[in-house]
């Protein structure tokens, strides 16, 4: 069996390693602690690195939207622009439209002056063609009468030779 002292060292020695146990013990669960804080670190890191690979990606995806607006942006500005001209050529053919009308309705005008004019240089010319016509068969009838009368004189003259006039 074990002496007095023996069990006291045994005992002493115990002690000591209890508290040693106690102290691995007490440093295991803050070992641990430290392990569930760092998995939860980690985790949270994780959860972190996944939220920011998300964000990251949807920057991506909204940098790549931003630049197809852009470029539709700038594709809507040009049409703007080719708009703009083409707004700018149709003031043009308007004004230039507006003038043509004003033209065209001082032709029409002049046109209907002319009209009215030639109208009446056609009524002018019939009564000159009547004038004519008349005048013309005047002249007729003024020869026909001077060949009267001048067939008259010359039986006149034949009969007054003859001596006809003295038996008037």
């Known amino acids: 069996m074990l002496t007095e002292e023996q069990i006291r060292k045994l005992i002493s020695a115990n002690e000591s390693l209890q508290v040693q146990l106690a102290d691995a013990n007490?440093?295991?669960?803050?070992?641990?602690?430290?392990?569930?804080?760092?998995?939860?670190?980690?985790?949270e890191s994780t959860a972190l690195r996944s939220t920011l690979d998300g964000q990251q990606d949807e920057i991506e995806s909204i940098r790549n939207r931003?630049?197809?607006?852009?470029?539709?942006?700038?594709?809507?500005?040009?049409?703007?622009?080719?708009?703009q001209q083409e707004l700018t050529e149709m003031a043009l053919l308007n004004r230039q439209y507006a003038e043509l009308m004003q033209d065209y309705a001082y032709l029409q005008s002049q046109f209907k002056?002319?009209?009215?004019?030639?109208?009446?240089?056609?009524?002018?010319?019939?009564?000159l063609e009547q004038a004519n016509s008349r005048i013309a068969e005047l002249e007729s009838l003024l020869e026909n009468s001077l060949q009267e009368r001048d067939s008259l004189k010359e039986r006149i003259g034949i009969l007054q030779a003859t001596g006809f006039q003295k038996e008037i």
């Open 26 to 43: 007490a440093m295991l669960a803050a070992r641990e602690q430290e392990i569930d804080f760092l998995s939860a670190e980690l985790a």
């Open 113 to 127: 002056d002319i009209q009215a004019r030639y109208l009446d240089l056609q009524q002018q010319g019939l009564q």
């Open 66 to 83: 931003l630049g197809e607006r852009q470029q539709a942006a700038k594709g809507a500005e040009e049409r703007e622009i080719g708009l």
